[in-house]
């Protein structure tokens, strides 16, 4: 099968976001979407500590430690962009204004729940950070993460085990295997990597998976 490798990922979500969106971009794997946003679209990232207008990540040698997202990694600012204090950073997120929030996650259900800051396991950090808001408080939420554990386990399931972030707030699943839509209907397959099929996909998963809507893509 074609797996997609993590900046193939980032590629594929960034082909989903509009013209004239605001997007927050979640710690670690999604912060990669914004080195692949189509230069011909207007595209306004924020992050919660309190930044609008980022651009993608600086070349190496030429990062400005003044300037970071919220996991600390260095960011460019684009021409208008701005930064501002941490509490209207989440009045922005929890007022409704994002359009899209790109998170990382450890499950999601097939109605899309969503559980992404604890396993729950003993001595495991827990690290909400922001999730709960912008899960809840973006139109959209969209989840990019890979499709199966290192133990070979799903992490789109009927029913989260974890502790949940949210209660069906994502609509679109982003994996290195395919892409799902989920929601009150259940999850359906959008997209496949090619050498996998629908039946491969319900056996790798182990939950029910409708057919996608039109001719398959990858």
Known sequence: MNRLNRDQMAARVARDIPEGAYVNLGIGLPT??????????????????????????PAPGQEDWELINAGKQA????????YFHH?????????????ICVLGAF???????LANWHTGELGAIPAVGG???????????FVMMELLTKQGESKLVETCSYPLTGLGCVSR???????FD????????????DGLSIDDLRKLTGVSLREPAGPRTT
């Open 32 to 57: 990669k979407v914004a080195n692949y946003l189509p230069t011909d679209r207007d595209i306004f990232l924020q992050s919660e500590n309190g930044l609008l207008g980022m651009g993608p990540a």
């Open 75 to 82: 960011v460019t600012l684009l021409t208008g962009g701005c």
């Open 87 to 99: 509490a209207d950073s989440f009045a922005m997120m929890r007022g409704g204004h994002l359009d």
């Open 107 to 113: 499950q999601v259900s097939t109605h899309g729940d």
């Open 131 to 141: 999730a709960m808001d912008l899960a809840i408080g973006a139109k959209h939420t």
């Open 173 to 179: 699943v982003y994996t290195d295997l395919g892409v």
């Open 182 to 193: 989920v929601g009150s209907n259940g999850a359906r397959v959008v997209e496949i990597v």
